[in-house]
């Protein structure tokens, strides 16, 4: 008997190019996955309301509700992962798009190559989060991580952590009292073979500190975090 056929990945494609929008969707099909598009920010968080999605791939230069709003809207109730797309090469998108709550981010113009090595990256997360292998309690005073149900407390209470932060918690959680540079969070967290931006870490350990404790990661200047015991 044949395992069936899993759907195909849904995305949210907001984008206000016409041209760039088009053409992006039809080399994400290529690829396998079924993409639905919006071309301004209002459209998208409409498109988001009604409908289920695995993904989110948002610009950040939006009329009417722009990506970085969008991203701050679907977070108020949602932990799908998002990836922001900025055209511009200053990082004050970058860093508002992930302070957003944004997984990740690439910048315009973009090879289909990598935008699909950035969608495939951010789907294993989330894969990883939902079909945890079996595992035990990690308990750090207060803070619980289930690593077999995947899922965190702190005093009892639920925490909701993205794929993303979830993946960064349980990478700290491994090794407490261990210093762990930022380029070797970017290859095990972000999935980066290459030198990634070092921001996306930071801003990272950032909301996740806002989730868990800011006291919970020290920063060591010069070389990156350290999960205190």
Not at 26 to 34: I, K, N, Q, S
Not at 96 to 121: N, W
Request: glycine share 10%; with cysteine.
């Amino acid at each position: 008997m044949t395992s069936p056929t899993p759907p195909p990945v849904r995305i949210l494609l907001v984008e206000d190019d016409e041209l760039m929008r088009r053409s992006f969707a039809v080399a994400l099909e290529r690829y396998g996955y079924r993409v639905e598009t919006a071309e301004d920010g209002l459209a998208g968080l409409e498109a988001f309301r009604g409908g289920e999605f695995d993904l989110l791939v948002l610009d950040v230069m939006l009329p009417g509700l722009d990506g970085i709003g969008l991203c701050r809207r679907v977070r108020e109730s949602s932990l799908v992962p998002v990836l922001m797309m900025s055209a511009r090469g200053d990082g004050l998108d970058v860093v508002a798009g992930l302070e957003a709550g944004a997984d990740d981010y690439v910048v315009k113009p973009v090879e289909t190559f990598v935008l699909v090595a950035r969608i495939r990256s951010l789907l294993r997360r989330a894969t990883y989060r939902q079909a945890p292998e079996e595992g035990t309690a990690l308990v750090f005073d207060g803070l619980r991580i289930d690593t077999a149900a995947m899922e965190v407390s702190l005093d009892g209470r639920p925490v909701a952590l993205t794929p993303t932060e979830l993946k960064l918690l349980l990478e700290f959680a491994a090794r407490p009292g261990v210093v762990l540079e930022r380029h070797t969070l970017l290859r095990n967290v972000w999935d980066y073979g290459w030198d990634g931006d070092s921001r996306v870490v930071d801003l990272g350990v950032q909301r996740l500190r806002g989730k868990i404790g800011r006291d919970r990661i020290e920063t060591v200047r010069g070389f990156g975090y350290k999960f205190r015991r």
